[in-house]
């Protein structure tokens, strides 16, 4: 029930093109949907950040879509750059909790 | 600019050693984490701490403990290393009892048990 699935593990998109990660919850006491982004040998920061009260978010070239009714939500990474290429979280928790659940994880690379 | 730092960016200990890895943040948060990091696993909660000597279980608190006597410090403590804790630890903090607070990470510790 705690538990966040996030695929895929590994993506390779090309520099320009779309980069889709996806997550997936059974928690229905979520509400709060962050994506962590981590470069080499960096600490994981937050990227964005969304409330099930709207079905999508967008900050300059990154969007999530959020699908309450399937406990789904994405990162879309729109005219995807080399330098977006990181290990991306995504991650769930309920208010009143101060604690994150955490995907797996996904490494994107993008190439030149 | 906010920050969290962790003692030591890598660490090599020996089986059966106590470990201890520091974590302070410059923030005046509430909230501190400490995670490991390994692939394919995702991030995974040891403990955390929502105030001064306070604590609380993660999802794998076994073979850890946590020290918290300052606001700003916390601490991971392995009391007896052994070779499955070699993995990249990841200190965090946040904001006290703001829904969605954002969590600050450190550059995390590689640890390696020999």
């Known amino acids: 029930q705690q538990q966040v699935k996030q695929s895929p593990q590994s993506l390779i998109v090309q520099k320009g093109g779309i980069s889709i990660i996806n997550c997936a919850y059974e928690?229905?006491?979520?509400?709060?949907f962050p994506w962590y982004q981590q470069f080499p040998g960096k600490g994981p920061a937050l990227l964005i950040a969304?409330?099930?009260?709207?079905s999508e978010k967008k900050e300059g070239r990154f969007t999530i879509s959020f699908n309450k009714s399937a406990k789904q939500f994405s990162l879309h990474i729109m005219d995807s750059q080399p330098g977006d290429s990181a290990t991306y979280f995504c991650?769930?928790?309920?208010?009143?909790?101060?604690?994150?659940?955490f995907g797996t994880g996904t490494r994107l690379l993008v190439s030149p | 600019d906010v920050k969290v730092t962790q003692s030591s960016r890598y660490l090599v200990k020996r089986t059966g050693e106590k470990v201890f890895l520091e974590c302070v943040q410059d923030?005046?948060?509430?909230?501190m984490f400490w995670y490991r990091q390994d692939p394919g696993l995702g991030l995974r909660l040891i403990y955390f701490?929502?105030?001064?000597?306070?604590?609380e279980k993660g999802d794998i608190p076994e073979g850890y403990s946590v020290s918290r006597e300052k606001k700003e410090r916390f601490s991971l403590i392995l009391e007896s290393a052994s070779t499955n804790q070699t993995s990249m630890y990841l200190c965090?903090?946040?904001?006290?009892?703001?829904?969605?607070?954002?969590?600050?990470f450190g550059p995390g510790t590689r640890l390696t048990v020999l």
């Open positions: 928690n229905t006491a979520f509400d709060y």
């Open positions: 991650a769930a928790s309920s208010t009143g909790f101060q604690k994150l659940v």
């Open positions: 923030m005046d948060h509430e909230n």
């Open positions: 965090a903090s946040s904001l006290g009892w703001v829904v969605g607070s954002e969590q600050f």
């Open positions: 969304i409330r099930p009260d709207v």
């Open positions: 701490s929502y105030d001064v000597k306070m604590k």
